[in-house]
């Protein structure tokens, strides 16, 4: 539970041992307390352990995926977990709809978003056990098919197996490091 203190032989309380907490309150409250009211509120006790100078940014920007997508928008080493992948594409694939309608808008959004995307997807790749590098190939072959499809529209199917097969590769599940 708590550490040992080695002089005195006391226990200290660790930040997050809250049942340690509730005990020691219970052992300070006054002895003609109602039984019922003995044990602290869960509410009161991690309110203590708190400290009061959290930072608010880091606090914002903790476990929000979306933000994380920007902050990292250059970073191509580390990983992106399945979730924070899925739920960024998400908010992306929500903020690209209205801009189809709006040609200019749609292209300036899909060059700002390029290099965050791309970052995105080999910290993911890299996540699932995966070689970022597969990222190129998915590129020049996209890029391919592409001019391609203007001259003959069946080259459509190859660029959709493309797809498919990038997609299984994003969605594989993590891997142990």
């Known amino acids: 539970m708590g550490n040992i203190h080695e002089e005195d032989g006391t226990k200290k309380i660790g930040k997050g041992d809250y049942t340690v907490k509730m005990y020691k ?3 300070e409250a006054p002895s003609n307390q109602v039984v019922e009211n003995a044990q602290p ?4 006790t991690t309110v203590e352990g708190q400290s009061p100078n959290v930072d608010f940014v880091e606090e914002l920007t903790t476990g929000n995926p979306y933000l994380s997508y920007w902050e990292n928008a250059f970073n191509f080493k580390g990983r ?6 899925w739920i ?16 200019i808008l ?11 995307s791309t970052a995105m997807m080999a910290r993911r790749l890299r996540d699932a056990g995966f070689s970022p590098y597969n990222l190129i190939w998915y590129n020049i072959v996209s890029l ?4 391609l499809v203007r001259d003959n529209p069946s080259w459509s199917l190859l ?8 997609l299984i590769l994003l969605a594989s599940p993590s891997k142990k490091k």
Do not use: A
């Open 159 to 166: 660029g959709f197996i493309i797809f498919i097969i990038m």
């Open 25 to 27: 309150k219970r052992e």
């Open 144 to 147: 391919i098919i592409t001019l």
């Open 106 to 116: 749609l292209l300036v959004w899909c060059i700002i978003t390029f290099i965050p």
């Open 41 to 44: 509120n869960i509410q009161e």
């Open 88 to 103: 960024v594409v998400l908010i992306n694939v929500i903020i690209t709809i209205p801009l189809i309608f709006v040609r």
């Open 80 to 85: 992106t977990s399945r979730g924070d992948y």
